[in-house]
């Protein structure tokens, strides 16, 4: 379990990442940005996994590939090991990269079908270290073990493997250089409900031995609770809810929240949950609502709603909610 | 049972390829009442919709064959049926739901073609009365604005309205079975509930039996009143609800029950099924999950297990039941 204080390894300062909408003479001219990410703080200790959830267009695999350096974030800082990255140059930079790996969702698509899993799982130590090739084969047949595949797997093409053991070799690659972060987007949606467990409680005994931190984006509600320390609930660009597992499921402020949990699928059929069906869908982040982004559907939004935007407060210990109730 | 709508008995479809035959579905019977609905849940593989797919003659020919059973609607066997028959049947009395709306939906016609499509088929309106008969079963769908949206087109329309334009052709012409494939497994949590909550106000309404496809348990203890639970092309368990989620009596039932996190409680390490499903091709002797069962017995390698019954209603296949 991490600890509350302590340098955090990442830290999110203030992210915003708008994609600018073209149009007019030739579509030369942005008339609109969408704000796909509009204002979001956190940081995760060592050890730490981190989750985002949310609906689709909230911004959460958008948070992650600004994190992963994918896309030039609009404005704001991340900061790693209490480094502005966006600062790093040359060695830094590529300190960086190797510490920072993911994990996708779909491993049919995420690994190179006309590559040997020996290649994709290397690929990253022949791109970042120099080794020689004995050192690099000692290495992948290392991790290998490590995510319970057999060394000599490493010379079948991935098409040979089934979904779950796919994913087992995303994760070595994603483990090949030591990172201290890995971002998991819907690591386990994509694969079977008898394989999900084996490769949850693999994630979880990996970041034990190696104190790995995780930023998981997820939407099923009660993975996100066996995998996560802390869970943060974003909606249309902003987070409207942080706060530690048990908490967060113990307690949920934000409306938002509550309807999310509420709509989760029960684990028994004596178990149904009063269901909030919140009226309508996630509104166009192109022309988000004034205000409280969720007032639209929130099912006790007043006058005040519209006027302000509620920041994140903190309500108790290591909660902090953004509506005008708290 | 008099009101028994669909009985289906010994079903097989099996795969021929160059690699040798597939038995996807190995003799599956079920059946259903007007109004009820069962799940079959089971993984990829499985054979769960390829029993759908069966049950409408819709398997990917010329692989796959349907190569023995019954499949009774009303009484009446539908693998007999000669193919303009089954046209008359398929979208009249039984519908269809996949999975995902977008690959579903035509992307070059309107919303309102593809919904007067099937009733302008079956029921034969045209004209005023046809497009007035859309525009309300879009409404029963809870789509905002029916009126414009029949000249709007599946993109400009979000996943979840565009699954229930989906539904909405799919009950046009008043079915009396529904067979749902996964139909909210691309939507988003809280659309996945006004989704499902709207089938059942549906079915509550016209009667309809539903087939309700899926992987997920959560599913099935909200929609379902029975359940098939399907492993390599054959029903291990079938169940009411309330018996199969208190007392699983198949090993595979209850791995996979312990293997799904559970929102209510935490617990330290999720109970994990070790292994694969076994390759469809490559099915071992006796009992398909013996290589996977913790109680597995040297008989389980030898002779599949015979169905048993454990209570009323509640099936399984297992030697340790025997």
Request: with cysteine; charged share 20%; net charge positive.
């Amino acid at each position: 379990m991490a600890t509350a204080s302590g340098v955090p390894l990442l830290e999110v300062r203030d992210l915003r990442k708008h994609f600018p909408v073209m149009g007019g003479f030739l579509g030369r001219r942005m008339v609109a940005a969408v704000k796909a990410v509009d204002g979001v703080s956190f940081s995760i200790q060592p050890g730490e996994t981190l989750s985002l959830v949310g609906e689709s267009g909230c911004g959460k695999t958008t948070t992650s590939r600004v994190i992963l350096l994918l896309e030039p974030p609009t404005a704001g800082t991340i900061l790693f090991e209490g480094q502005d990255i966006s600062r790093l140059k040359g060695e830094g930079l590529q300190h960086y990269r190797a510490s920072v790996q993911a994990v996708f969702q779909d491993p049919w698509s995420s690994l190179n079908p006309r590559q040997r899993v020996g290649g994709i799982v290397g690929e990253p130590l022949v791109v970042n270290r120099q080794l020689t090739r004995g050192q690099l084969s000692e290495r992948v047949a290392e991790v290998l073990t490590q995510v319970g595949l057999r060394p000599e797997q490493a010379s079948l093409f991935p098409h040979e493997f089934s979904g779950g053991q796919r994913q087992r070799i995303a994760i070595a690659r994603a483990l090949s250089l030591n990172p201290r972060l890995i971002v998991l987007d819907e690591p386990v949606s994509a694969l079977d409900v008898s394989i999900r467990a084996q490769i949850m409680n693999l994630l979880r005994d990996l970041q034990k031995q190696h104190h790995l931190s995780y930023l998981m984006i997820a939407h099923h509600l009660a993975s996100v609770r066996y995998m996560s320390h802390r869970i943060a609930v974003m909606y249309l660009g902003k987070l409207v809810e942080t706060a530690d597992s048990e908490t967060l499921f113990r307690n949920p402020q934000h409306p938002y929240t509550k309807a999310l949990i509420s709509a989760a699928l029960p684990s028994h059929p004596d178990r149904q949950r009063e269901e909030i069906i919140l009226p309508g869908e996630v509104p166009s982040p192109l022309n988000p609502p004034s205000g409280c982004r969720f007032r639209t559907r929130c099912p006790v939004a007043r006058g005040e709603c519209a006027g302000v935007e509620p920041p994140l407060k903190g309500t108790e210990p290591g909660h902090k909610v953004a509506c005008v109730l708290y | 049972m008099p009101d028994t709508l669909l009985e289906v008995k010994g079903l097989r479809t099996h795969f021929f390829t160059r690699r040798g035959v597939v038995k996807a579905v190995d003799g599956v019977s079920f059946s259903l009442r007007a109004g009820e609905t069962l799940g079959i849940v089971g993984e990829s593989g499985s054979g769960k919709s390829i029993t759908a797919l069966s049950l409408v003659r819709l398997v990917p020919q010329p692989a796959a064959r349907i190569v023995g059973g019954q499949v009774l609607l009303e009484g009446e066997d539908l693998l007999r049926k000669s193919e303009a028959d089954m046209r008359r049947i398929r979208g009249a009395k039984i519908a269809m739901i996949l999975q995902d709306p977008l690959t579903s939906l035509n992307p070059v016609l309107s919303i309102g073609s593809q919904v007067t499509e099937a009733i302008t088929l079956h029921q034969g309106l045209r004209g005023r009365s046809l497009w007035e008969r859309a525009v309300d079963i879009l409404r029963k769908l809870k789509i905002p604005s029916p009126e414009q949206r029949m000249s709007n087109f599946p993109h400009q329309m979000s996943g979840g309205m565009r699954q229930r334009v989906v539904g909405a052709i799919a009950i046009s012409c008043e079915p009396r079975l529904l067979i749902a494939d996964e139909p909210t497994t691309s939507l988003d949590v809280t659309v996945q509930a006004q989704y499902l909550r709207l089938l059942k106000e549906i079915q509550a309404e016209s009667g309809l039996a539903i087939l309700f496809i899926t992987h997920d348990f959560g599913v099935v203890a909200k929609m379902c009143d029975r359940v098939a639970v399907m492993y390599a092309g054959r029903i291990v368990e079938m169940a009411g609800v309330r018996d199969l989620f208190t007392t699983p009596a198949h090993p595979y039932t209850e791995a996979l029950m312990r293997s799904v996190p559970k929102l209510e409680e935490q617990v330290d390490r999720l109970y994990s099924i070790e292994g694969q499903p076994p390759a469809p091709d490559r099915l071992p002797l006796g009992c398909p999950f013996a290589p996977r069962c913790p109680y597995v017995m040297d008989r389980c390698r030898q002779e599949y297990p015979p169905e048993v019954t454990i209570s009323r209603g509640h099936t399984a296949s297992c030697w340790r039941h025997h």
